[in-house]
């Protein structure tokens, strides 16, 4: 079990920076992102060759998580996490993480090597190097390592990634400083939908595994997490409220309610606040979220 007490830690450490499964609500948001969309100067074609077919290029319209506030039950602010853009396009260039009071916590900024994300690093309010991840991909573009790095340029931990033929993950593989696995889960997909993810520890030993359900319209209903031994150990819940996610409740062994979180969205259909309360329906934290509107040329 500290294979997998270590390998679950590790798995959430990481999602803050790699691109990971997210909750239906939380789409929306562009800031984990890991490549540059087209700007209008990329999307702008050539002149099309004798007997090719021109491609049509439209404009489409985006919305960027801009600023997010985190606040305490009674609603007051404690921490304000602003995000920065590049001029034309949705690719992120800096965050800042303020006080409520407006003081610099840390902020952290992006490198791109044409449309990939390469290095997202975090600065300290004295702009000293906190830590910083460095992202390979594949040849088709797809996130095939991150590896975070302390102040020192030590690797800390990596992160390794599989795909199947179709582009999708099938494979997560976590690894410490000087290389050694951890462990690794693995996805299986059926209908097009992710299905079934295993966990295992550095041996290859199976230590839990989720099922994924979905209803009627594909939209993702349970995930629900055994041992081994097919014991019940976790399960989250959504429930969906005119087409939109509007509460994910999670859920220890025996269904017994930990928390719960509900999403609001504002007219644009971004979510615009969420709310985590206790089993017993007490607040605990809100976060609000603010959008900017931008206006893309994309190839069709």
């Not at 007051?76 to 396009?89: C, H, V």
């Not at 993810?197 to 594909?218: N, R, W």
Request: include cysteine; glycine fraction near 8%; hydrophobic fraction near 30%.
């Amino acid at each position: 079990m500290r294979f997998l007490a270590a390998f679950l830690l590790l798995m959430a450490f990481m999602s803050c920076a790699t691109v990971q499964e997210e909750s239906p609500a939380e789409k929306p948001a562009e800031e984990s992102k890991p490549t540059r969309e087209a700007t209008a100067a990329e999307s702008k074609p050539g002149p099309a060759a004798i007997g090719e077919q021109k491609e049509t290029v439209v404009e489409q319209t985006v919305y960027l998580l801009s600023e997010e506030r985190f606040l305490f039950d009674d609603g007051s602010a404690y921490k304000i996490n602003k995000l920065m853009y590049e001029q034309e396009g949705t690719s992120l260039l800096r965050s800042e993480l303020h006080t409520a009071g407006g003081d610099l916590i840390e902020f952290g900024l992006s490198e791109y090597e044409g449309e990939l994300l390469r290095k997202r690093a975090t600065y300290d309010e004295k702009e000293n190097v906190k830590s910083y991840h460095a992202f390979e991909y594949t040849e088709a573009g797809l996130l095939a390592s991150d590896t975070l790095f302390d102040n020192g340029d030590k690797v800390q931990t990596s992160s390794a990634f599989g795909y199947d033929t179709d582009g999708r993950r099938v494979k997560w593989s976590i690894f410490d400083s000087g290389g050694a696995l951890l462990g690794y889960s693995g996805y299986s997909y059926d209908g097009g939908r992710k299905r079934r993810v295993d966990i295992y520890d550095a041996t290859g030993k199976l230590e839990e595994y989720g099922e994924i359900e979905y209803d009627g319209q594909g939209r993702m209903k349970t995930e629900r997490f055994f041992s081994a031994a097919k014991k019940p150990l976790r399960s989250i819940e959504y429930e969906y409220a005119e087409q939109r996610l509007a509460e994910e409740s999670h859920f220890a062994d025996r269904n017994k309610l930990q928390r719960r979180f509900a999403y609001e969205y504002d007219e644009n259909g971004n979510v615009s606040k969420i709310v985590q309360s206790d089993r017993n329906g007490t607040v605990k934290s809100i976060r609000e979220r603010d959008y900017i509107q931008r206006t893309i040329l994309v190839q069709k």
